[in-house]
């Protein structure tokens, strides 16, 4: 197994393939867009875009989910947080692909050509048509909140071209999962369903049980010793955060999926450190209000086909999960 050093693929994004202090400054150059305050602004269209795709799949009844759920949700809501208005879902989908595979073991120059098709695309036609007072232009006219993003280069295009497409693919694969998950484990949507108040939790457990990110690469810049083995300087290193999720010595009975369980949110979906996902408030406020729209509308996910997993080491997701949404 192998995976693409960042400057094998030719991008630099600001903040995931940055040490410090590089790290450091473009991050706080955007920090501030996913304070709670912005998280509130942002609440009530990511509730109406929910509601709204929720109630045409409660019409059909039997929907395949990750094209009429999972995939439109992320869409809608880096289209509201970030200004930009996308070209058509399957392009998104396929750029979102790319992108979250592309330091993985199975990515290959395919990928790479596609990153450099929705970075040209955003140049050429997603920032132009930014609105005015959106994320967007925060970052491209003011090179973020303090203005630190650098005006030359593409930082600032880099910044917001990650930002964009971190979070097609990853929510888009929770939302699934989740579907999934309580396809599954009908009595865990009926304690959903009776205590609205544990979906917060059940979120975290949703991300814990079964993550959209198995794991990310890192390479050392010293020797370091992690749990008794010896890791040389400058060595490749595979964390697999799906693992430390279902560990036994960190969480009660891991294999189990538990709504109630009350360490759910110590889990390692959003990584840890520095690099901890920035758009981690934005996953989880729309995957509480997708999964408060179903409850409203849902009482059982039955499946109605066989659920196929995507050929995709870096993202664990569905290309197809065919179900029937009973009514409540
Ligand atoms: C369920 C959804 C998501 C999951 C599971 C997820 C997971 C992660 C993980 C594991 C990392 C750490 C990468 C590393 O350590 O190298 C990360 C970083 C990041 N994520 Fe997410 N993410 C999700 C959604 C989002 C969303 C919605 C956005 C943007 C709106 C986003 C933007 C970012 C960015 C910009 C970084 C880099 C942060 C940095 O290096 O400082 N993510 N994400």
């Not at 964009?164 to 369903?193: K, T």
């Amino acid at each position: 197994m192998g995976y693409t050093r960042v400057t094998e693929h030719g991008y630099r994004y600001p903040l995931v393939d940055n040490d410090p202090p590089e790290h450091t400054r473009a991050r706080r150059a955007v920090q501030n867009q996913f304070s709670p305050a912005a998280m509130a602004r942002l609440r009530p269209a990511v509730r109406q875009a929910a509601t709204g795709l929720v109630d045409a799949a409660a019409a059909m009844g039997e929907v395949e989910a990750v094209t009429a759920l999972a995939q439109p949700l992320p869409d809608l809501t880096i289209r509201l947080l970030t200004g930009i208005e996308p070209p058509d879902p399957d392009t998104m989908a396929s750029w979102g692909d790319a992108v979250g595979r592309l330091a993985s073991a199975d990515a290959d120059p395919w990928h790479s050509e596609l990153a450099t098709d929705s970075l040209e695309w955003l140049a050429a036609k997603g920032v132009p048509a930014l609105p005015e007072h959106c994320m967007g232009r925060v970052i491209m006219d003011s090179g973020g909140e303090d203005g630190r993003l650098a005006e030359d280069g593409l930082e600032r295009l880099m910044m917001l071209d990650s930002i964009w497409l971190a979070g097609i693919d990853s929510s888009g694969s929770l939302l699934a999962n989740a579907i999934n998950a309580f396809a599954e484990f009908p009595d865990q949507w009926d304690a959903v369903r009776e205590r609205p108040a544990l979906i917060p939790n059940a979120v975290e457990e949703v991300m814990r049980w079964d993550a959209p990110f198995r794991s990310f690469y890192r390479r050392t810049l010293a020797p370091a010793n992690i749990g008794g083995v010896d890791i040389p300087a400058d060595a490749d290193v595979c964390v697999i955060m799906a693992a430390a999720n279902r560990d036994p010595d960190r969480f009660a009975d891991p294999d189990r999926f538990d709504v109630t369980r009350p360490d759910a949110r110590a889990h390692l979906a959003f990584g840890a450190s520095i690099h901890l996902c920035l758009g981690a408030p934005v996953a989880r406020l729309e995957t509480v209000e997708f999964l408060t729209a179903l409850a409203g509308r849902v009482r059982r996910f039955e499946r109605t086909g066989e659920a196929v997993r995507s050929a995709n080491q870096a993202v664990r997701k569905f290309s197809s999960l065919p179900v029937r949404l009973v009514p409540a």
